[in-house]
């Protein structure tokens, strides 16, 4: 664990749980899909240690959808 708290490495994007969500639907994507090609991830999706998706919902849908297999993750426990 780094001294700011979490973990930052690259992870499958489909290993990423998405479990019970308030958001069921990302909604367009589209602006935000033209920003990851354009500059990239900016801010890494956050993770639990066994995988669960804390926050990032968006930039994960729009990473599935550009095809991407990974994706830069910080890895938050407690």
């Given at each position: 664990m780094s001294d700011k708290g979490f973990v930052e490495l690259e992870r499958q994007i489909d290993?990423?749980?998405v479990g019970e969500r308030h958001r069921r639907h990302p909604g367009d994507l589209t602006k935000l899909t033209e920003s990851l090609t354009r500059v990239g991830l900016?801010?890494?999706v956050t993770i639990t240690p066994d995988g669960y998706l804390i926050c990032g919902y968006r930039r994960l849908?729009?990473?599935k959808e550009l095809g991407w297999q990974?994706?830069?993750v910080w890895?938050?426990?407690g």
């Amino acid at each position: 664990m780094s001294d700011k708290g979490f973990v930052e490495l690259e992870r499958q994007i489909d290993s990423i749980v998405v479990g019970e969500r308030h958001r069921r639907h990302p909604g367009d994507l589209t602006k935000l899909t033209e920003s990851l090609t354009r500059v990239g991830l900016l801010q890494p999706v956050t993770i639990t240690p066994d995988g669960y998706l804390i926050c990032g919902y968006r930039r994960l849908a729009a990473a599935k959808e550009l095809g991407w297999q990974t994706l830069r993750v910080w890895v938050r426990s407690g």
